[in-house]
């Protein structure tokens, strides 16, 4: 599967963004999909996750409360919708997919797939 990540920009603290993952040559719905991100000089962190079945977990510490993952997999697309958005937020945000749950879903190794990345840059 290939996949494509748009969205990002530049943003005010506090604003809103809406990241999508449009998958190519798949049908998406097969897939356990996650958003990551990395900030420049720091590892690629564990964002969202969404499963097949619509199970959802995030990065608590990080954005629980503010992100939102959601899927339609009538257009082929994952979600993120971020909300009141921090200056340290800022990062490349990419999406993975693989066709597996992992218990370690929240590491890069839980997914063989991963979309080119969207910069999000918050100010201040």
């Known amino acids: 599967v290939q996949l494509q990540a748009s969205g990002g920009g530049l943003v005010q603290a506090g604003g809103s963004l809406r990241l999508s993952c449009a998958a190519s040559g798949r049908t998406l719905s097969t897939y356990v999909m996650g958003w990551f991100r990395q900030a420049p000089g720091k590892e690629r962190e564990f964002v969202a996750l969404i499963t097949r079945s619509g199970g959802i977990a995030y990065n608590e510490d990080s954005v629980k409360g503010r992100f939102t993952i959601s899927r339609d997999n009538a257009k082929n697309t994952v979600y993120l919708q971020m909300n009141s958005l921090k200056p340290e937020d800022t990062a490349v945000y990419y999406c993975?997919?693989?066709?597996?749950?992992?218990?370690?879903?929240?590491?890069?190794?839980?997914?063989?797939?991963w979309g080119q990345g969207t910069l999000v840059t918050v100010s201040s």
């Open positions: 993975a997919a693989d066709r597996h749950y992992s218990t370690t879903y929240y590491r890069t190794s839980g997914y063989d797939y």
